[in-house]
């Protein structure tokens, strides 16, 4: 089932390569409103080439195939070896596939990077996903990339900027994602997000101070404690002293 099926659509290619779409397609914006979530689906596979080369209209290099995927080579590769793994239905993005094909999807791409490491002996491999168009997702179907890699092969793929980000911050964004991880996994759990750096710490900070002013309390009064008795006369050294200089010794 497709949720929200415009919205999706239109993420997912974006504004103008969506109005592209309805002109490739033949079909209004008013008539794609009114379609059901079957009846876009069924669109969309009739005009998506990846569902042309699982049916067979369109020729492919097939690595592997069962009932619920396909690997094919591609044809425009980072690297020689590059492998394409599709769902054999049509998905637009991981949210829609079921837990079933998906936790197979994978599978699958665990035995295909461990041929490529093997059979063309590659050094490592690259296996990732575009979902959507902001991640670079540039087909409107579903697929996993199983890039081989050799340390000599120039790809610079994941030279991602690292920025930094306040504790407030990964705090907030903690809590917003286990909160949603919780609701997913249906543990009934939450707990509140705090969005204003200015206001009182976590609970967890709090917890911090709370011991940390412990501790500094402790110290004070050990040191205390040993200023006193440096103050205090010790009675068996006055006893020592008094036996030794007692009259007659």
Request: net charge neutral; with cysteine; charged share 30%.
């Amino acid at each position: 089932m497709i949720i929200e099926p415009l919205n999706i659509l239109f993420n997912l290619i974006g504004n103008f390569k969506y109005k592209q779409y309805l002109n490739a397609i033949m079909v209004t914006e008013e008539e794609l409103a009114n379609m059901s979530p079957e009846q876009i689906q069924e669109l969309q596979k009739q005009n998506c080439i990846f569902c042309h080369i699982i049916s067979g209209r369109v020729a492919s290099k097939k690595i592997y195939e069962d009932d619920k995927v396909l690997a094919i080579l591609d044809i425009n590769p980072s690297n020689p070896g590059h492998i394409l793994l599709l769902t054999k239905e049509h998905y637009q993005i991981m949210p829609q596939i079921p837990d079933d094909i998906i936790a197979h999807v994978f599978m699958v791409a665990k035995s295909l990077s461990h041929a490529c490491l093997r059979a063309l002996n590659a050094e490592g491999t690259n296996i990732f996903i575009a979902n959507g168009a902001p991640a670079g997702q540039k087909a409107s179907h579903f697929m996993v990339h199983i890039i081989p890699r050799m340390k000599t092969d120039g790809l610079n793929m994941f030279n991602l900027a690292e920025k930094k980000v306040s504790d407030d911050v990964l705090e907030q964004m903690r809590t917003a994602l286990k909160n949603k991880v919780n609701e997913l996994f249906g543990i009934k759990k939450r707990e509140p997000i705090d969005m204003d750096d200015k206001k009182q710490p976590s609970e967890e900070k709090k917890h911090v101070e709370k011991q940390k002013t412990k501790n500094n309390q402790d110290k004070k009064k050990q040191h205390e404690e040993k200023q006193e008795n440096k103050e205090k006369p010790n009675l068996d050294d006055i006893s020592s002293f008094l036996i030794k200089n007692e009259p007659g010794k």
